[in-house]
């Protein structure tokens, strides 16, 4: 996905940035150094265990794909496009899969949910 830099965060290597589907905050885990105005082409990565039903909640019935701000917050809102057995799981931003990993009572597949993280990894896209 797409994400240009708006600004740098307090934390070693973290940034605010916009996507077409909104401002968020995360990790850049890049080589380059990420300056106002870069335009990067990164993947997202949410780390940690999420809990399904509170990390993980069903979105309101018009949602659409979705990145904000929320506090402290990032809030994904995307197509819940699967959970594994082992608990990996994949939200669909767009043409975009963001990978996770989740606990918890079942869901059901292919509706929009918000995923609510402190934290969100970007990883450089070499094509």
Sequence with gaps: MNIQ???RGLR???IYFLSAFGEGRGIWHGPEACSPGSVLEAEFEVPGLLMRWIDIVPAAERS???IALDGGSVVLTGVLESI???GAGYLRLGDTLV????LGEPMALGGYVELRTD???LYPVYL
């Design 64 to 66: 659409a794909a979705a």
């Design 99 to 102: 990978m996770f990993e989740c």
């Design 12 to 14: 070693h290597n973290e």
């Design 84 to 86: 594994e057995e082992d």
């Design 119 to 121: 934290a969100l990894m």
């Design 5 to 7: 830099v708006l600004k």
